[in-house]
C-alpha cells in the first residue's frame, strides 16, 4: 500500500490533535466566565482587555473549525465551553465581557472571527444560546459599524459581520457591504493579486485577508445573490492567485518534511497561515494546486514551525520558532 504522505507523515489525525492540544491549553488560561482568554507573558500593545478579546476570538476560530469538521460529534463539552463564553463575552454587566468595537476598534478585527466561528457552527453553539444572549450578542456585533476603520482588509471585518447578521435575521447594513465590495473591486491589480487597501502592499496579508476572507464570506450564503456573484469573479482570480503560492513556500525538506514560507513583509508571524489560501481555493472548487501538493504544502509548513519548538506547550511563540 502507498504511504498517503511520504513526506511529511502527517494526516488528518495529526491536524486534529495539533488543533486540539493548541485550543484545550488555551481554555486553561481563560477566565472565569470563560468570556476571556488570556495568554501567559508579556501584556500586548493594545492592553490586556484586547489581549483577552483576541484569545478567545482566535482560537476559537480554530475551535469553531473542530466542531464543524466533525459536524459537532462528540464535541458537546466543546461546544457548550465556547457558547458559555460567549454568553459571558456579550454580558454588558459581566466582568470579563467583549471591549465593544466602539471601546476600541481592533474588537473589530476580533468580531470577524467571532462572527465566522458563530456562523459555521451555528447549530452547535447560537442556536444553543438563550434569546437575550443572542439579542446581546446582535446588539454588540452592530456596533462594528461604529469605529472608524482603516482604508485596507479591515473592509473585510465588516462585510463578514453584516453577512453574519444577515444570517440570523438581525438588521444589517447593505449599503455597507456594497460599498466595501466596491473598495475591494478597486484594489485588485493582476493576476489573481489584490493589493492590501490602495497603496502597493503586497504580503501574507494578501493571502489571508484579501483572498480567503472573500472566499469564506461567499460561502457563508452560496445562494446569495450578492456573494453568488461577487463568486464569479472572486473564484477565477483566486484559481490565478494559487498559480503563484507554491513558489512562496521553499522546497527544503530538511530531512523531516517540513516546508518555510516565504519571510515577507508585515505579517511574519503568519507562520502556517500562509496555508490559508490554498484551503480556501479548495473550499471554492477553483485552486488549481492538486490535492497531494496543497497536503504536502500546508503539512510541511506546520511541521517546519512544529518540529522546532513554535508550541512546544501548547501555545505558539512569540517568534517563528522560539
Known amino acids: 500500500m502507498t504511504q498517503m504522505s511520504p513526506l511529511t507523515r502527517w494526516e488528518r489525525e495529526d491536524w486534529c490533535n495539533l488543533a486540539d492540544r493548541l485550543v484545550t491549553t488555551a481554555m486553561n488560561h481563560a477566565t472565569p466566565g470563560h468570556g476571556r482568554i488570556v495568554m501567559p507573558g508579556e501584556p500586548g500593545g493594545l492592553g490586556t482587555d484586547i489581549d483577552g478579546l483576541e484569545g478567545f476570538a482566535r482560537v476559537g476560530l480554530l475551535a469553531g473549525a473542530r466542531i464543524l469538521g466533525e459536524r459537532g460529534e462528540g464535541l458537546d463539552e466543546l461546544a457548550e465551553w465556547w457558547a458559555g463564553g460567549v454568553a459571558t463575552g456579550v454580558d454588558p454587566s459581566a466582568e470579563d465581557r467583549w471591549l465593544r468595537p466602539s471601546e476600541h476598534r481592533q474588537a473589530c478585527v476580533e468580531a470577524c472571527s467571532l462572527a465566522l466561528m458563530l456562523h459555521f457552527t451555528k447549530p452547535w453553539i447560537w442556536d444553543q444560546l438563550s434569546q437575550r444572549t443572542r439579542e446581546q450578542a446582535v446588539e454588540w456585533f452592530q456596533d462594528v459599524r461604529n469605529p472608524e476603520i482603516p482604508d485596507n482588509n479591515w473592509i473585510w471585518f465588516q462585510v463578514i459581520v453584516e453577512a453574519f447578521l ?9 449599503a455597507l457591504t456594497r460599498e466595501h465590495l466596491e473598495r475591494h473591486e478597486g484594489w485588485y491589480r493582476t493576476d489573481g493579486w489584490i493589493s492590501d487597501g490602495p497603496r502597493r502592499c503586497y504580503d501574507h496579508y ?7 476572507l472573500p472566499a469564506l464570506w461567499t460561502l457563508m450564503d452560496p445562494t446569495w445573490d450578492l456573494s453568488r456573484d461577487f463568486a464569479t469573479v472572486h473564484g477565477p482570480r483566486l484559481r490565478r492567485y494559487l498559480e503563484d503560492v507554491p513558489f512562496l513556500v521553499g522546497a527544503d525538506l530538511d530531512g523531516q518534511g517540513g516546508a518555510a514560507p516565504l519571510i515577507q513583509g508585515r505579517s511574519l508571524i503568519y507562520r502556517w497561515c500562509t496555508c490559508a489560501p490554498l484551503w480556501a481555493g479548495a473550499f471554492m472548487g477553483v485552486s488549481p494546486v492538486s490535492p497531494g501538493l496543497t497536503r504536502r504544502i500546508c503539512s510541511g509548513t506546520v511541521r517546519r ?6 508550541a ?3 501555545i505558539l511563540a512569540v517568534g517563528w520558532f522560539g
Do not use: I, N, Q, S
Open 166 to 174: 444577515r444570517g440570523v435575521g438581525a438588521h444589517w447594513d447593505e
Open 206 to 212: 494578501v493571502g489571508w485577508a484579501m483572498e480567503t
Open 305 to 310: 514551525f512544529l518540529d522546532r519548538g513554535a
Open 312 to 314: 512546544a506547550d501548547g
